[in-house]
T-cell receptor, first 114, second 116 residues
Framework: EAGVVQSPRYKIIEKKQPVAFWCNPISGHNTLYWYRQNLGQGPELLIRYENEEAVDDSQLPKDRFSAERLKGVDSTLKIQPAELGDSAVYLC????????????FGEGSRLTVL | AQTVTQSQPEMSVQEAETVTLSCTYDTSESDYYLFWYKQPPSRQMILVIRQEAYKQQNATENRFSVNFQKAAKSFSLKISDSQLGDAAMYFCAYRTARHSGYALNFGKGTSLLVTP
């Protein structure tokens, strides 16, 4: 069974440029999460989807970040314009939502903003 | 909001020895889940072990076991017979049981070094 797939793995951009990250969750997983992990820190939730509905986006900086999950499957996280402080690893995770609580993570997208 | 604290930024253990990683959390809830996740360098995060708060028995998974002290809000991970492949960042995480899809709250992690 394929795991959570993310792309790109690495991205280097100049500040003020836009960037987008893509995530394909495990088939059948209704809940999708985007986390941001700063260097040496634990992941912090940006947004959580139940199917195509964003049910928790309280930590998403909405002035520059946006996300979508069309048809309740793939998801895209966008930053426009990027700032130096956005350099981090962006992790996507999915879960069945069946009460076990386990999240399955992708390998992450490492963003460097110069 | 529930907070998770890992007070050991780094730990070191010799191969074949035992090491314990500490985690404490703050919550007013009585029903929740606790997790330990492993994140090898440049690789994806994977679940090591999970504990349901309503269970008194400590969870075990092969060489990994936990010491869950609900009253003390403590959840430590013991790794027995440490192997070189155990070297990684270890994250403790909390999740409410109120809804099955709720996100995990992570601690800042403990970097585990395994020496030959």
């Amino acid at each position: 069974e394929a795991g959570v797939v993310q792309s790109p793995r690495y991205k280097i951009i100049e500040k003020k440029q836009p960037v987008a990250f893509w995530c394909n969750p495990i088939s059948g997983h209704n809940t999708l999460y985007w986390y941001r992990q700063n260097l040496g820190q634990g992941p912090e939730l940006l947004i959580r989807y139940e199917n195509e509905e964003a049910v928790d986006d309280s930590q998403l900086p909405k002035d520059r970040f946006s996300a979508e999950r069309l048809k309740g499957v793939d998801s895209t996280l966008k930053i426009q314009p990027a700032e130096l402080g956005d350099s981090a690893v962006y992790l996507c995770a999915s879960s069945l939502g069946d009460g076990t609580g386990e999240l399955f993570f992708g390998e992450g997208s490492r963003l460097t903003v110069l | 909001a529930q907070t998770v604290t890992q007070s050991q930024p780094e730990m070191s253990v010799q191969e074949a020895e035992t090491v314990t990683l500490s985690c404490t959390y703050d919550t007013s809830e009585s029903d929740y889940y606790l997790f330990w996740y492993k994140q090898p360098p440049s690789r994806q995060m994977i679940l090591v072990i999970r504990q349901e708060a309503y269970k008194q028995q400590n969870a075990t998974e092969n060489r990994f076991s936990v010491n869950f002290q609900k009253a003390a809000k403590s959840f430590s991970l013991k790794i027995s017979d440490s192997q070189l492949g155990d070297a990684a960042m270890y994250f403790c995480a909390y999740r409410t049981a109120r809804h099955s899809g709720y996100a995990l709250n992570f601690g800042k992690g403990t970097s585990l070094l395994v020496t030959p």
